[in-house]
């Protein structure tokens, strides 16, 4: 086991979540695609709003997918103003 292993097993007990359920590469993968190609503070931020929505029902697999192509479409003229 790794330390983020060990801190998403923590982290879930602390939550009543199960572990399992956790796509940690795909967290990691999006945020990374997020950091690189839009914003570095952008990263934690859409973590959050995958959370939320994951939450509302949203598959986490597919929810991930269109956020990282959203952050590979994104103008790199912009840095961090949204899209016109």
Same mark, same amino acid.
């Given at each position: 086991?790794? #330390? @983020?292993? *060990?801190w $998403?097993t &923590? !982290?879930c !007990?602390e @939550?009543? @979540? *199960?572990? &399992? %359920? =956790?796509? #940690?590469? &795909?967290v @990691?993968d999006?945020a990374?695609? =997020?950091a690189h190609q $839009?914003v570095?503070p952008? !990263?934690p #931020?859409?973590a959050?709003?995958l %959370?939320?929505a #994951?939450g509302?029902?949203a598959?986490?697999?597919? !929810? +991930?997918?269109?956020l990282s192509?959203l &952050?590979? +479409?994104?103008? =790199?003229?912009?840095g *961090?103003r949204p899209? +016109?």
């Amino acid at each position: 086991m790794t #330390v @983020l292993d *060990d801190w $998403v097993t &923590a !982290a879930c !007990a602390e @939550l009543g @979540l *199960d572990p &399992a %359920g =956790v796509p #940690v590469s &795909a967290v @990691l993968d999006l945020a990374k695609d =997020v950091a690189h190609q $839009v914003v570095r503070p952008g !990263a934690p #931020v859409t973590a959050y709003l995958l %959370g939320l929505a #994951v939450g509302r029902g949203a598959d986490p697999a597919v !929810a +991930a997918g269109r956020l990282s192509d959203l &952050a590979g +479409a994104w103008p =790199v003229e912009l840095g *961090d103003r949204p899209p +016109a």
